[in-house]
């Protein structure tokens, strides 16, 4: 569906005069539905009609309060795509085009990042600037609709917006959502690139991109994981699954299904402790081990230094947050892409939607891993 018929299909002609939102009050707190007045765009803003916004596993650790920095009542969704409903000002995107009434358009989630801290510009780490905001994540619901699971979003003065790539539905780029540019910079941390043995742990979002963007790097991508449902997935995708259910030893997996060879980088997607180690054992000797699937504490897990680390003569990285180079190649990624299995339509594959007002079951599903990616449909 082009984004003209979107716009025209769920334009109203009448005067809106308060919009609904998802709520999360209180950690622990079930999501609750609120009433806004609308929202009004200020010098320099844009306000966005919601078609999509995604349920990350980070909204999980919002509600039970596992994220710090979080300013409760808060409006999750710091992914999400629409349409630009009115714009104030002369606003254009990062490649320059103006934004107009009636364009689909996305945005990257954090802003106010400062650009003149030691982070942004001697260590050249600006996803650790102190001063950046996450919409859905730092913004409490008193400062206005800065999260996505709302019907109308505020995108301030300095938020980095992005029309919709040709050839990009705005499901499938909520299907891949932060987990595909969350994927990239994961991907680039690891430096893959063509012929390389790219071992993914964990078949959910995150992974399961890291997989992709691994695969579109031109590696050889194996997935692994413990939970059939979410390998079942893999595999229509077109992925070399492993089960751990059925491994006693998981380098001794990868070793005897890659005909004797390890893995060049692996990256560990799944936010379990015992999983570092494991996965520290299945890269060959002089390879690269990338976590970005802690994103909060889960708690502890034993490395031998020696046998884990120096022996191998391992490079260990750490990847938090994006920039927005890694929002742009997702953009363009989504809209070119082909797995393994050929599929390009991933949101068929991926993606469960549910309306606004069933936010705590989509919450619920996520937690549960009943599914691969929940997403709020408020079409």
């Known amino acids: 569906m082009t984004g003209s018929l979107v716009l025209e299909r769920t334009q109203s002609t009448a005067v809106h005069t308060t919009f609904r939102a998802a709520v999360m009050p209180a950690p622990g707190a079930p999501v609750e539905m609120k009433d806004f007045p609308m929202v009004t765009a200020g010098p320099g803003e844009v306000v966005m009609r919601t078609l999509y916004s995604e349920v990350c596993g980070t909204d999980v650790h919002i509600q039970d309060g596992k994220v710090d920095g979080v300013p409760y009542p808060v409006i999750p969704g710091h992914f999400s795509v629409g349409v630009a409903e009115s714009v104030n000002g002369h606003v254009t995107s990062v490649d320059g085009r103006p934004i107009r ?14 650009h003149k801290c030691r982070h942004c510009l001697i260590t050249k780490t600006p996803t650790k600037c102190t001063k950046r905001k996450v919409y859905g994540v730092t913004h409490s619901s008193t400062e206005g609709p800065l ?15 992005a029309h919709l790539p040709k050839g990009l539905e705005p499901k499938r780029f909520i299907a891949g959502g932060c987990a595909m540019p969350t994927a990239i910079h994961a991907v680039e941390r690891g430096g893959v690139g063509p012929g390389q043995l790219v071992v993914v742990q964990g078949a959910g979002p995150v992974g399961l991109c890291a997989a992709m963007a691994a695969f579109a790097a031109g590696a050889q991508v194996v997935v692994c994981d413990f939970a059939e449902v979410r390998l079942k997935v893999a595999a229509q995708l077109g992925f070399d699954c492993v089960n751990l259910s059925d491994e006693e030893n998981a380098a001794d997996a ?3 299904h890659s005909g004797g060879h390890m893995a060049d980088v692996v990256i560990e997607a799944t936010g379990a402790p015992a999983a570092v180690p494991a996965g520290m054992s299945m890269v060959r000797d002089g390879g690269c081990y990338v976590i970005v699937g802690h994103y909060s504490d889960a708690g502890e897990t034993a490395i031998n230094p020696y046998r884990h680390i120096n022996q191998k003569h391992l490079e260990v990285r750490g990847t938090w947050g994006i ?8 953009l363009h990624l989504l809209a070119t892409l082909t797995t393994p299995s050929g599929i390009s339509d991933i949101e ?10 069933r936010a705590q079951d989509a919450l ?4 549960r891993r009943d599914v691969v990616k929940a997403i709020i449909s408020l079409q």
């Open 147 to 161: 999260g996505g699971w709302s019907e109308r979003v505020l995108l301030e003065d300095d938020v980095l917006i």
């Open 364 to 367: 619920d599903a996520v937690r």
């Open 254 to 256: 990868i070793h005897k």
């Open 348 to 357: 068929t594959v991926l993606t469960k939607s549910f309306p606004l007002d």
């Open 101 to 114: 009434p009636g364009d689909m358009i996305s945005f990257l989630d954090v802003h106010r990042t400062c």
């Open 323 to 330: 920039e927005y180079r890694h929002f742009h190649r997702a």
